[in-house]
Nanobody
Framework: QVQLVESGGGLVQAGGSLRLSCQASGRTFSTYAVGWFRQAPGKEREFVAAISWNSDSTYYADSAKGRFTISRDNAKNTVYLQMNSLKPEDTAVYYC????????????????????WGQGTQVTVSS
């Protein structure tokens, strides 16, 4: 069983930066792909970025490319999402999720492929 806790959200002005963290419990977390998703009020949850268990593969939504960077430190059981050049449309609750298919080579991008979810952290970008 894996438990995920997100942190690092907050209020920031447009053009600013935030770094989200996803801290995990469980010895097998380092073998799981991890993704970040977000959900804005009145909208469906959408994929943001994902990283393979060994960091060899990353994948970004078009909205995140060039502005967001996903990374992980398996020694710390933590995955990060560095968000730069934030825009008001980035405002949402951000969730991290882990896929329990160990050592998966292909990074999953669909929410249904993920098995464990955190509680979310609010990101608000003011104009």
């Amino acid at each position: 069983q894996v438990q995920l806790v997100e942190s690092g959200g907050g209020l920031v002005q447009a053009g600013g930066s935030l770094r989200l963290s996803c801290q995990a419990s469980g010895r097998t977390f380092s073998t799981y792909a991890v993704g970040w998703f977000r959900q804005a009020p009145g909208k469906e949850r959408e994929f943001v970025a994902a990283i393979s268990w060994n960091s060899d593969s990353t994948y970004y939504a078009d909205s995140a490319k060039g502005r967001f960077t996903i990374s992980r430190d398996n020694a710390k059981n933590t995955v990060y999402l560095q968000m730069n050049s934030l825009k008001p449309e980035d405002t949402a609750v951000y969730y991290c999720a882990a896929d329990d298919w160990r050592y998966r080579s292909k990074v999953p991008v669909i929410s249904g492929q993920y098995d464990y979810w955190g509680q979310g952290t609010q990101v608000t970008v003011s104009s």
